[in-house]
């Protein structure tokens, strides 16, 4: 047993070097939105999100003054953020029960309404005191018009206890659930 530890150490320092392990990888979880109200009348499609260069990896972005942005070293989400904010946000609504249908853009559905998303933010803010901080603005568009039905943006500011890791990832999923608890709200009053 002891061989094969020994083994195992060895062929990960061979070839140049040991590799540092991996940072930890977060996921956001899909906030439970009560199913009560009425049903939307209407199919609804989600794009997935836009944003800028930064927000757009699986780097977790700190701002440690207004003007700088960072990625914490010892954290990674699971997936680019866009495309994790659209798979989480598809499953807030399912999980609703408030529309008929609800899907990807991608999975050729024929919708009434498309529900574009683009993340303003997502982020600790250290000048905030820490603080986590998630705006997301949201369109909803006719599909067969193309026309926008009625836009809103979303934010939310959570107290973060650290700039680092776990803490930090539990405050920036606490603002993200916020934040589309009132999207999901918002959205099936309207379609």
Request: hydrophobic share 45%; glycine share 8%; net charge neutral.
């Amino acid at each position: 047993m002891a061989a094969l530890a020994l083994l195992a150490t060895g062929c990960t320092t061979l070839g140049g070097g040991s590799k540092s392990a991996p940072p930890p990888t977060y996921d956001l979880t899909v906030p439970a939105v009560s199913a009560g109200g009425r049903a939307a009348r209407g199919q609804l499609t989600i794009a997935e999100a836009t944003t800028i260069g930064a927000l757009d990896s699986d780097k977790i972005v700190v701002r440690p003054t207004s003007g700088e942005i960072a990625a914490l070293a010892d954290a990674q989400w699971s997936d680019r953020l866009t495309k994790l904010v659209q798979a989480r946000t598809i499953q807030a609504f399912e999980n609703a029960n408030r529309t008929r249908t609800v899907g990807r853009a991608s999975d050729r559905i024929t919708s009434d309404y498309q529900l574009l998303l683009d993340i303003r933010a997502f982020e600790i803010s250290i000048p905030a005191g820490p603080a986590a901080e998630v705006e997301i603005s949201a369109k909803i568009v006719g599909d067969s018009s193309g026309r926008i039905i009625a836009g809103r943006v979303f934010h939310a500011t959570i107290p973060a206890g650290a700039t680092q890791g776990a803490a930090a990832v539990a405050a920036l999923d606490a603002a993200f659930g916020k934040v589309v608890t009132e999207l999901v709200l918002w959205a099936t009053k309207i379609i």
